[in-house]
């Protein structure tokens, strides 16, 4: 399973990763919204873990943005 954790933060991102590595899960990690459309057009994704306030922008434009253009996590 895929999961993209969208957060600036280095803590949470650390605990994040480390807790879902442990589960088999594999993780990427994007630390602005740049990066993180960057990754989305690389990979689909089961899970996105999506911080609301990001250097470049607002998570929750950003995930109405992502619902607007139909873009879905896979099963």
């Keep these: 399973m895929k999961i993209l954790i969208i957060e600036d933060n280095q803590e949470i ?5 480390k807790l879902l ?6 993780t990427y990690i994007a630390i ?4 993180a459309k960057e990754l989305l057009k690389k990979y689909e994704y089961n899970l996105i873990i999506l911080d609301w306030i990001l250097p470049d922008g607002s ?5 109405a943005q992502l619902r607007k253009e139909y873009y ?4």
Excluded at 13 to 17: D, K, Q
Excluded at 21 to 26: G, H, M, P, Q
């Design 13 to 17: 991102i650390f605990g994040l990763e």
């Design 21 to 26: 590595n442990e589960a088999t899960f594999t």
């Design 32 to 35: 602005t919204l740049q990066k």
């Design 59 to 63: 998570g929750v434009e950003f995930l």
């Design 72 to 75: 879905t996590t896979t099963e």
